[in-house]
Every structure is written in C-alpha cells, then in structure tokens.
C-alpha cells in the first residue's frame, strides 16, 4: 500500500491525539500534585497556580481541535504552540539545574530524563508542524473557511422530542 499525503495527516493526528489524551487526562486526574508541581516551579505561585488550570484545558482543547476535521487546522497550530513552548521550557531546564525543578509533565513522562523528554517533545512538536503543512495541502482551502462550512461530515445526533 502506498502511503499518501492524506495517509501522514491522518498518521499525525493519531500520533499528537495519542500524546495530548493521555497527558490531559493524567493532569486532571492527578490535578493536586500536577498544582504542586506547577507552584514548585521557578516563578510565581500566582502563575503556577494559573498555569494549573490553563494547561489542562488547552490541552484538551488540543484534542478537540484534532478530532474535528473542520478544527483540525488549529489543532495542529495549537500543538505546535504548546510543544514549542514546553520544548523551550525543557532546555531552559537542562542548560540550567534541572535537580532543583519539579517534574510538571504528569505520570506519563515521570521515568523519563530531561534529555529524552527534549527530544520526545522536539519530535511531537515536527509532527505539529507536518500535521500543519499537510493540512495546508491537502484540505481545500474552501473547507478550511468556518464562515462557508458545510456541516455534512459533522456527526448528527437524532433529535428526541423532549416535549417541551
């Protein structure tokens, strides 16, 4: 079988959303020490306590970018954002003291060292941006315009008369 430009879309889809799921989750989940870990941080608590909150929900906003076709676009520029920043953050740590920071990036990537995690989050971050190239190439430029969207891929739910 030939792998197509289309094929790599969807193959950078399933890679980021098999990253951005479980990395969100885990944060809410275990939310008290993902907090913790964000207000041992080398800024303010003030904004470790933001960052708490706000990461979480963009990276589940992430994952609802990606899963709808008409959103994908800003899925893939949404993803490229946060890896490159959480990439930025990752090497300020290594050239730094990377001992004295807590680990943030929840049970997922615990185990794994700050090199290893540069590179992961180097290598998530291309499939951002190749995600975004493809979809730039391969989606009519039509489809990607929300004001002239055409619902008809949308998922449509039967609507029950609730009586009222």
């Known amino acids: 079988m030939k792998v197509t430009s289309h094929h790599s879309y969807y193959i950078c889809t399933l890679i980021l959303l098999s990253m951005w799921i479980p990395v969100s989750l885990d944060k ?29 929900l963009f990276e589940l906003g992430t994952v609802i970018l990606l899963i709808k076709p008409s959103l994908r676009r800003y899925g893939f520029f949404l993803s490229a954002f946060l890896m490159f920043l959480f990439t930025g953050y990752v090497a300020l740590a290594i050239f730094g003291n990377p001992d004295d920071l807590p680990f943030g990036c929840g049970l997922v990537f615990q185990h794994l060292s700050w090199e290893v995690h540069l590179v992961l989050n180097g290598i998530f971050l291309m499939i951002s941006l190749l995600g975004l190239l493809l979809e730039k190439n391969i989606v009519p430029k039509s489809s990607r315009d929300l004001s002239s969207q055409d619902n008809s891929n949308d998922i449509n739910l039967p609507k029950k008369n609730l009586g009222f």
Not at 28 to 51: C, R, S, T, W
């Open 28 to 56: 809410i989940l275990h939310f008290e020490l993902f907090k913790n870990a964000m207000i041992q941080q080398p800024f303010n608590d003030g904004l470790g306590v933001l960052l708490a909150y706000i990461l979480p």
